[in-house]
């Protein structure tokens, strides 16, 4: 299924937040520090809640660690800009496809750029910068899970 992956995060509620959403959507997050705060249970409570301990979450102690885990694991490279060329809408998603988000402060440096498959962007209304980087990660996993079919089931009715 696809998953999401995080650059050097800044803001922990952010953070909470995405890894909320994977919990929900039992997608994988991979973390790729350093962070701009402890990534500790602690910093990620309260936008995260009690849903954290449902992630399946992997830490990568820098970019170096992730490309050499990516590398073994070979999974395409999807960056979420907005320097994009592509809509994310009109991206044909595959199953093993890692959503990767920048840093709210600065996105990501050139060599991230570089190493991803394509750059996806979500469409806006000219002139204005940028979504939150949890609501930009929710639309493209939720766009990826939808075009892959891995959503999870929906309970029974009642």
Request: net charge neutral; with cysteine.
């Given at each position: 299924m696809?998953?999401?992956?995080i650059?050097?995060p800044?803001i922990p509620?952010?953070?909470g937040?995405?890894?909320?959403?994977?919990?929900?959507l039992?997608?994988?997050?991979?973390?790729?520090?350093p962070?701009?705060?402890?990534?500790?249970?602690?910093?990620?409570?309260?936008?995260?809640?009690?849903y954290?301990?449902?992630?399946d979450?992997t830490?990568?102690?820098?970019?170096?660690?992730?490309?050499?885990?990516?590398?073994?694991?070979?999974?395409?490279l999807?960056?979420?800009?907005?320097?994009?060329?592509?809509?994310?809408?009109?991206?044909?998603?595959?199953p093993d496809d890692?959503i990767l988000?920048?840093?709210?402060?600065?996105?990501?440096?050139?060599d991230v750029h570089?190493?991803?498959?394509?750059?996806?962007?979500?469409?806006?209304v000219?002139?204005?910068?940028?979504?939150?980087?949890?609501?930009?990660?929710?639309?493209?996993l939720?766009?990826?899970?939808?075009?892959?079919?891995?959503?999870?089931?929906?309970?029974p009715?009642?």
């Open positions: 696809p998953r999401l992956a650059y050097q800044d509620q952010n953070t937040t995405m890894l909320r959403l994977a919990a929900c039992a997608a994988p997050v991979h973390i790729i520090e962070a701009g705060f402890d990534v500790s249970d602690r910093n990620l409570r309260r936008s995260g809640m009690d954290l301990d449902r992630v979450l830490r990568h102690i820098s970019w170096r660690a992730f490309a050499e885990w990516r590398q073994e694991d070979g999974g395409r999807l960056l979420a800009t907005t320097r994009g060329a592509i809509a994310y809408t009109a991206y044909a998603f595959q890692i988000v920048g840093r709210e402060s600065a996105g990501v440096p050139e570089a190493a991803a498959a394509a750059r996806l962007l979500v469409p806006m000219e002139g204005l910068r940028s979504l939150n980087v949890a609501v930009t990660a929710a639309m493209m939720g766009e990826a899970f939808r075009q892959t079919g891995t959503f999870p089931p929906s309970p009715e009642t």
